[in-house]
């Protein structure tokens, strides 16, 4: 959400600039154009970060859940292991 706020504040700034600096005598439409053109490109980058963030984020926390996972099997090796040592090292 902060994401577009600032993509549309940016495409806002773009047209007051483009008007108070440029001279469309034949074309009042073309900074208005350029402005819509912007925002729909910050709009696209936006939509772009915000779905990386999330699926980055998505990926850390299936990694800790795997990497507990693991840690639980390694602990319940290691128990059978030595249950095993010293089952053979009692016959």
Same mark, same amino acid.
């Given at each position: 959400? #902060?994401?577009? /706020?600032?993509?549309?504040? $940016?495409? /806002?700034?773009? *047209?007051? +600039?483009?008007?108070?600096?440029? $001279? !469309? @005598?034949?074309?009042?439409?073309?900074?208005?154009? #350029?402005?819509?053109? =912007? =925002?729909?490109?910050?709009?696209?980058?936006? /939509?772009? /970060? !915000? &779905?990386?963030?999330? $699926?980055?984020?998505?990926?850390?926390? &299936?990694?800790?859940?795997? !990497?507990?996972? @693991?840690?639980? +099997? #390694?602990?319940? =090796? !290691?128990? $059978?292991? &030595?249950? @095993?040592? #010293?089952? *053979?090292? &009692? =016959?």
């Amino acid at each position: 959400m #902060n994401g577009m /706020v600032m993509a549309m504040t $940016s495409a /806002v700034v773009w *047209l007051v +600039a483009d008007k108070m600096t440029s $001279s !469309t @005598l034949g074309a009042p439409m073309v900074p208005y154009w #350029n402005a819509v053109m =912007l =925002l729909a490109e910050f709009a696209v980058v936006v /939509v772009l /970060v !915000t &779905e990386r963030k999330t $699926s980055r984020m998505a990926l850390e926390a &299936e990694v800790k859940q795997r !990497t507990l996972e @693991l840690t639980d +099997a #390694n602990r319940e =090796l !290691t128990r $059978s292991r &030595e249950d @095993l040592v #010293n089952t *053979l090292t &009692e =016959l």
